[in-house]
């Protein structure tokens, strides 16, 4: 369990960042890259990606576990590619040190070239600079207006949600299982950390290759930054904005399935309403899930599915919004 502990003075400044940043979706995607999940949204994207992916950018996975927690230094908040590269070129070098021996103590990760690395020999560093530019070119670029679309429709939708019901109840909606004891904003999370804000603030940050968990660090403003996945997955972003504002933010296929959840369905009904296949019906139902809008329940043989008020709140919003 993560628990984030707010003074008075972070939940006055909590805050969601309006756009991606670069150099972190590079590094969640090459984190999906790397796992092995099956049954995800990212099953089809990771094996079309793993094809695509240039030999040059290859060695970047050796600094990037499947959870996501590779050094820091490799992926600062920047609002372009090259800034960026600078970045992590600029980065001090007792801090690039630290980092690539937590990565080796937490993940066994060490390679000659990662000593290389660590030891700022020159070529080794060419290396990771030629490494970034080629994986963002396969994996980033050529999706770039997906994954603003998949932020921007997300922080669209929590900032209606904040507006409409306040911090409290928008937060917990971040990640399913979260809620608050007092102050204290607990997080499901693999292993147990207290995260005091200590009046620095909070910033939120949505990633269309978002982890299932949250990711900390800190923001360029001396604010902490909370990475979570945003509501839809690049795999199933739209490539042109969408104008009705709920299949901008879920995608058309799925939207279409919640407003079928609005009384409970099964998942043959579902197939045999929007004429999509089970193992379809399945994904969908799961992405929906595992944002809070829907809840699952076995009856007998079938599993039924029905929208939460989360979600009913979802489509109240995304018909104001149409309507406005």
Known sequence: M????FTVDDLLRVRFASDPAPLLELTLAMAHLRRTDAGTAFTRWRRTARAALVSSAQPLLDLVPPDGTGPLFLDPISEGLEDGIDLIRSAPRAFVSSELRRLGATHGR???????????????????????????DTLLKPDWARVRQAVS?????????????GLQETLAGL???????????????????????????LTLMPCAFGMSHPLCCRHPDGSVLILYPALTPL???????????????????????????????????????LRISLPSVSEHAGTLRAAGLITTRREGKSVRHVC???????????TATANC
Request: glycine share 8%.
């Open 2 to 5: 993560l628990r984030v502990h």
């Open 110 to 136: 060490v390679t000659p070239w990662i000593t290389d690395l660590a030891d700022q020999d020159g070529e080794a560093w060419r290396t990771l600079t030629t490494a970034v530019r080629a994986a963002h």
């Open 153 to 165: 429709s997300d922080v669209a939708w929590r900032s209606r949600l904040l507006a409409e019901r």
């Open 175 to 201: 990640f399913p299982g979260s809620h608050w004891e007092a102050t204290v904003w607990c997080v499901p999370h693999r292993h147990t950390r207290d995260l005091h804000l200590a009046g620095t603030g």
């Open 235 to 273: 795999p199933m972003a739209g490539g042109t904005p969408d104008p009705d504002a709920l299949s901008a933010l879920l995608g058309p296929t799925r939207a279409h399935v919640l407003h079928l959840l609005t009384t409970p369905c099964t998942t043959t009904g579902i197939a045999r309403e």
């Open 308 to 318: 939460t008020a989360l979600g009913s709140r979802l489509l109240q919003a995304g």
